[in-house]
């Protein structure tokens, strides 16, 4: 009754509106007065037009549109039916003699319908649905991502009542949307101005709409949110992204694997079908993890039946109901059983027959498995023989084993038992017809037992969080990255191929526990503190995905690499492991240690490093506050500047007296020396773009591995070029100015313009090699490079002079300003007086002694 009701009030609407389009069209024609000879057709058009138009609004389903959710399809169709209404109207007006409204008239009265029809609904929507972003009590938000799912993002922001936030501007890194509206909403900038934008336009929250980001841009994004304290959600990646959802549904916060960086995996996913698609597939380890990721993917390709085996029932049972649900029609077989059981493994194989097998199950705490060796070889080592037999016997096509780059130079039980695996299958691989290849990639975050889920657990508890020493390394992978690489090696490889997967840049963990906690709202050390334990038995502080004597090839995957492994003896590697497995079964832990390492030479127990005894946490990894620091304070500017005038006033003309009695008085001459040096890394906007405006990405040029220099300027330095005639007289002035440092006066020129300051990081000229190593760390471009500073007081080209330029950067403070000041006066006045040496907390120096002094003088 209530449907039938607003039809009604629907259609007697639009008569009206259709009859008054035609009257007022009449009265604008004719000034307010309606001639008495189209009076008469008035009330024919009004009658025409009402019934022909009602009819083509239900025509287009005009009158079936909920109003709320009306947009432009909607207004489309209003004008669709209103131009066939007057086209009709029109004609039958030209039919009729005499005519019975002037032609102008209809076309009049057709953009008047129009603009009532439309302009009764969009006032009803207004009216009774308010635009929200009025309010100024609501977040500010910021968009990050002008396509088509920001301007959905946006738009239904706006329509939703249960959001607290209003867009106030897009970013977007296409030049041909700055400065554009979309959905009425300026595009402020791209993600480079992020930062500036964050802080001009007080935002409050980010949303990153972009489904096709990078993985590195959505980190970018996230880090530089997590950093000021702003609250950052983003849409999920292309591949998770589900068209036809509304966007804003699918916004959620910013995860710890966000952070990573990783691209989104690409696979070959009509040749993983065709080699799965109809074929029985056996996973071993399917209740864990990784086992239970590689049979949702698997499940994908429709096999004819899909195989999982685990001695842990539950898990089977919960995955079970899990592709059951999503897939209805595929036949899973729930197999409870134990790798270690060669008869039942064989039995298993021989009546499934799987073409393919991947192999997933094994111990992997290495903490644990030191403790108990026998475990490892008796479930990794002989597991894994086991597999491989029944494969063979059962003419699998292929095994893949899941191996892990703790088998590069082992330092743990877990490690070594891997490598074993890997030389069996080399070994086995010689004499079969099935095709043996073991995956390795390193830790899975998100996996049980991960050090994210640790780390979680630790902070639901409050702290603290556990880490195990302050430069502790590891690469990570995601879950389902790991598991759809695995997939496609599998189907890659050949008899004893080794694969790695391309697992990025190793990460530090203690980076991932102060990001963890800032996801969270807190701040490190403060809310949360974080411990350090120290490394466990078998644990190294970083981790390698090649030995020295291995090499890599290329596959047809640009994540897959081959390795190219050293040559292995068949028959002594198979009798070093069945030794291996029977003293496994008796014998103590230490005897098995050391049968692992007959078989595995390379494998060599390491005893923990101990901790630091002061942690390098103040260089390597300054808590969050401390970035606050701002380069452009405008007291330290302003000093510079004073004293660089000051400077120039009173020493220039001196200098240059001097400099030109010695070019009169003595054999040689006086030359301007030109230095191009690396300034502060300001990001200037010619840096951002090219001449013809686009943008240019320099975030992603390898920022981890080098540090990342900023823009180079020029400096002028005075040289007295001596000749060979000239006396011990000239030689000691020539030699007592450049100690006073006379020669480098134009240095306050760059003061001056701001490319310098009085105290700073060390100042490298481009040319030099020294700030492209590793060890110097791109926060020594993150302050104005000075004319002296921590690093120049000490002197030389030790490990720790970059030291002082990083803690400069990360730490730059008015104490550290007047400290380097105080120690660098004397030494301009007495310039053979070393004046102290230069201390900061977490940095081993001492004050330099008379021959360094001598040899920093004498470079």
Not at 5 to 23: F, N, Q, W, Y
Request: proline share 6%; aromatic share 6%.
């Amino acid at each position: 009754m209530r449907k039938r009701l607003r039809l009604i009030l629907l259609h007697g609407m639009d008569g009206g509106l259709l009859i008054a389009s035609v009257c007022l069209a009449l009265l604008l024609r004719f000034d307010g007065r309606i001639p008495g000879q189209f009076q008469g057709g008035l009330l024919l058009g009004s009658a025409v037009a009402t019934l022909v138009g009602l009819l083509s609004l239900d025509l287009f389903k005009v009158h079936r549109t909920l109003w709320r959710y009306a947009g432009l399809p909607t207004a489309l169709s209003i004008a669709n039916a209103l131009t066939l209404t007057f086209l009709v109207l029109y004609a039958a007006n030209q039919a009729l003699r005499p005519q019975p409204l002037p032609r102008s008239v209809i076309v009049l009265a057709w953009i008047l319908s129009i603009v009532l029809v439309m302009g009764v609904r969009v006032a009803w929507r207004l009216l009774r649905y308010p635009m929200p972003w009025g309010s100024k009590t609501d977040r500010r938000v910021l968009i990050v991502g002008a396509g088509d799912v920001g301007a959905m993002v946006a738009r239904e922001i706006a329509r939703s009542l249960n959001y607290a936030g209003r867009p106030i501007g897009f970013l977007d890194d296409n030049p041909d949307k700055l400065h554009a509206r979309v959905e009425n909403i300026e595009v402020l900038g791209t993600t480079f101005d992020l930062p500036r934008i964050l802080e001009e336009e007080r935002v409050d929250a980010v949303i990153l709409a972009a489904p096709s980001a990078s993985g590195r841009l959505v980190s970018q994004v996230a880090r530089t949110c997590i950093e000021k304290g702003i609250a950052c959600q983003t849409v999920p990646a292309l591949v998770d992204y589900i068209q036809g959802k509304g966007a804003l549904d699918q916004v959620r916060e910013i995860r710890i694997e966000d952070l990573l960086g990783r691209e989104p995996v690409e696979i070959d996913l009509p040749g993983i079908r065709q080699a799965i698609e109809g074929r029985v597939v056996l996973v071993t380890g399917a209740g864990g993890s990784i086992g239970s990721e590689l049979c949702r993917q698997l499940a994908r390709f429709a096999p004819r039946r899909l195989v999982m085996l685990d001695h842990n029932e539950n898990g089977l049972t919960y995955l079970g109901l899990e592709l059951k649900e999503a897939y209805p029609k595929l036949d899973l077989l729930h197999a409870v059983g134990d790798i270690k059981d060669e008869r039942g493994m064989r039995a298993l194989l021989l009546a499934q027959r799987p073409s393919l097998v991947l192999h997933a199950a094994a111990h992997k705490h290495v903490n644990l498995l030191e403790i108990s060796p026998r475990e490892a070889i008796l479930n990794n080592l002989l597991g894994t023989r086991n597999v491989a037999r029944a494969a063979v016997a059962s003419g699998v096509e292929t095994l893949a084993l899941i191996s892990t780059d703790k088998a590069v130079h082992p330092t743990s039980v877990m490690g070594a038992s891997k490598r074993a695996c890997e030389m069996l299958l080399q070994a086995m691989a010689a004499r079969s017809g099935t095709t043996l290849v073991a995956v390795r990639f390193g830790n899975v975050i998100g996996s049980e037992g991960s050090v994210l889920q640790i780390f979680r657990r630790q902070l639901a508890r409050g702290g603290p969080l556990t880490v195990t020493h302050p430069e502790a390394r590891r690469y990570f992978m995601t879950i389902p990255e790991a598991s759809q690489l695995v997939i496609q090696a599998a189907l890659l490889g050949q008899a004893g191929d080794v694969f790695i997967l391309d697992m990025g840049e190793q990460v530090r963990i203690l980076d991932i526990a102060h990001q963890l906690i800032r996801l969270s709202g807190l701040r490190p050390d403060r809310d949360i503190q974080i411990q350090f334990i120290g490394l466990r038995p078998g644990e190294k502080l970083t981790e390698q995905i090649l030995t020295a004597a291995e090499t890599t090839r290329t596959t047809r995957h640009a994540k897959i690499l081959r390795c190219e492994l050293e040559q292995v003896d068949p028959g002594l590697i198979e009798r070093g492991v069945e030794e291996l497995i029977e003293l496994a079964k008796e014998a103590p832990p230490d005897e098995i240690r050391k049968a692992l390492q007959d078989l595995v030479p390379e494998y060599v127990p390491q005893e923990p490093q101990p901790l630091p005894s002061e942690p390098r946490k103040m260089v390597c990894a300054a808590p969050a506050e401390t970035y606050a620091v701002c380069e452009s304070a405008p007291g330290k500017r302003l000093l510079d500047m004073l004293a660089a005038g000051l400077g120039l006033a009173l020493l220039a003309v001196p200098a240059g007296l001097i400099y030109g009695l010695l070019a009169l008085l003595g054999p040689g001459r006086v030359v301007f020396r030109r230095e191009e040096r690396i300034g502060l890394n300001r990001r200037m906007r010619d840096r951002r773009a090219t001449p013809a405006g686009v943008p240019i990405d320099r975030r992603y040029r390898d920022r981890r591995k080098h540090s990342l220099p900023g823009r180079p300027f020029v400096t002028y330095a005075l040289q007295f070029e001596e000749s060979p005639r000239g006396g011990a007289t000239i030689r000691r002035i020539r030699r007592w100015l450049e100690e006073a440092r006379v020669d480098r006066i134009l240095y306050l020129w760059s003061v001056l313009k701001g490319d310098m300051s009085l105290v700073g990081p060390s100042c490298h000229l481009i040319e030099s090699d020294t700030w492209k190593q590793s060890r110097v760390s791109a926060w020594c471009f993150a302050r104005r490079p000075g004319l002296t500073g921590p690093a120049q007081l000490v002197g030389g080209a030790g490990e720790e002079v970059p030291l002082y330029d990083d803690y400069y950067g990360r730490h730059r403070n008015w104490r550290l300003d007047i400290d380097a000041l105080r120690l660098a006066l004397p030494r301009l006045l007495r310039p053979r007086n070393n004046g102290g040496g230069f201390e900061l907390p977490g940095v081993p120096r001492t004050s330099p002694s008379k021959d360094e002094g001598k040899e920093a003088r004498k470079a």
